[in-house]
């Protein structure tokens, strides 16, 4: 059988795909990768012949092509439910945390972008930018179980949605809690992230066409 395709955007820029591709190669699924250019001339093009939605990442299975970087984690959970916290009441609260860091911080999406070639230096951010920053590391601290490194002990999906945040807090030089900052230097020495951080490096990227 054929192994999942996940189709992802550029490593330096797209904190969406990141996720699901630290998932999977966590949860050790075997997977081949295929790189779309974002912001080229024919890359809406190439994201509507992968999904309605005309965003990466997508994984193409044999049981279709699913869309939305949540949706790729909860498929790789089903094959590897380690991928969540064993406990029930943990894993709920490892699916809230996800799901908050899915559908809110915008102000820090929009300001903060992930680009893993840009220069670390502090730039100026609105009050909504700093209110997401102290939300996030609130949340943090709401949940971490102090087993382990990772929110919930070990890794889990929870760690993969913030990683591209833990990304901007250092590219942007954002001053954090001590916890917060241990948190975020946990992520980026992780292995499997270093390994997609040394890939974005190595980079190249056209002007956007726009
Ligand atoms: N909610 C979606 C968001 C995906 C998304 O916005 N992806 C960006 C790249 S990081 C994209 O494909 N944008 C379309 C484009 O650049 O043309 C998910 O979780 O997968």
């Known amino acids: ?15 969406w795909s990141m996720r699901p591709w630290l998932a999977l190669k966590k949860a050790g699924i075997a997977f081949t ?6 912001d080229q001339e024919d890359t809406r093009e190439r994201l509507l012949a992968l999904s309605p939605a ?22 790789a959970a089903e094959q590897t439910p ?3 916290p064993e406990d ?4 709920a609260r490892a699916r809230a945390i996800t799901a908050s860091m899915h559908s809110g911080f915008s102000a820090l999406r929009n300001e903060l972008g992930m680009d893993l070639q840009r ?11 700093w209110a997401d920053i102290e939300t996030i590391q609130t949340l943090w601290a709401h949940v971490k179980t102090g087993e382990g490194p990772y929110l919930f002990g070990t890794w889990s999906i929870a760690d993969a949605f913030f990683t591209p945040v833990a990304t901007r807090f ?12 241990a948190y975020v230097k946990t992520l980026l020495a992780d292995p499997v992230y270093k ?7 190595l980079e190249t990227w056209d002007a956007p066409f726009h």
């Open 88 to 91: 029930k009441g943990l894993r």
């Open 54 to 75: 005309a965003t990466v990442p997508v994984l193409e299975t044999p049981d279709g092509h699913i869309w939305d970087s949540l949706a790729i984690c909860e498929w």
């Open 195 to 201: 390994e997609w951080h040394d890939a974005a490096r």
């Open 33 to 38: 990768e295929n790189l779309i250019p974002l």
């Open 82 to 84: 380690s991928l969540w």
């Open 170 to 181: 250092e590219t942007y030089c954002v001053p954090l809690s001590t916890d917060a900052d």
């Open 119 to 129: 220069e670390h230096a502090a730039i100026d951010m609105s009050v909504a930018c």
């Open 1 to 15: 059988m054929s192994l999942p395709v996940l189709h992802i955007g550029n490593k330096r820029l797209s904190s």
